[in-house]
């Protein structure tokens, strides 16, 4: 019996659900930083590996993350990459926000209703 042995990398595992490969995009860090650099403008990719303490691979693999998530593009511009924020991606994060903002409104609109209600007066008991 022959018998295979599988190893799952589940740091690179793709994780999907919805649509929205940009949240879980966002949940690391490093990328949030790197989100947040470029909201400055665009910048090659040598750039964004100069703002950080860690390997260029290391960050090629955090933008290759980004840009699989449409929330960063890249262009070619001689031998350099010059990545930018891609405003789509951005838009489906602010939709799927949206959507929950509309969710909790009217809930919290609903609960300050009901806080905002006068308090029953208590009945005074007689004593026996």
Do not use: C
């Not at 960063?72 to 891609?86: F, K």
């Not at 799927?96 to 006068?118: C, G, Q, T, V």
């Amino acid at each position: 019996m022959r018998r295979l042995n599988f190893s799952i990398d589940l740091i690179k595992l793709p994780l999907k659900y919805n649509g929205m490969e940009s949240l879980t995009a966002l949940a690391d860090p490093t990328r949030r930083q790197i989100v947040e650099l470029l909201s400055a403008g665009e910048k090659s990719a040598g750039d964004v590996a100069g703002a950080f303490d860690i390997s260029p691979p290391a960050i090629s693999q955090h933008l290759k993350v980004l840009r699989d998530a449409g929330l960063v593009q890249v262009r070619a511009e001689a031998q350099r990459r010059i990545y930018s924020l891609d405003r789509a991606g951005f838009d489906e994060v602010e939709a799927w926000l949206a959507k929950i903002r509309r969710f909790w409104a009217s809930r919290l609109d609903a609960l300050e209703r009901e806080l905002r209600k006068p308090e029953p007066t208590q009945r005074k008991r007689s004593k026996r």
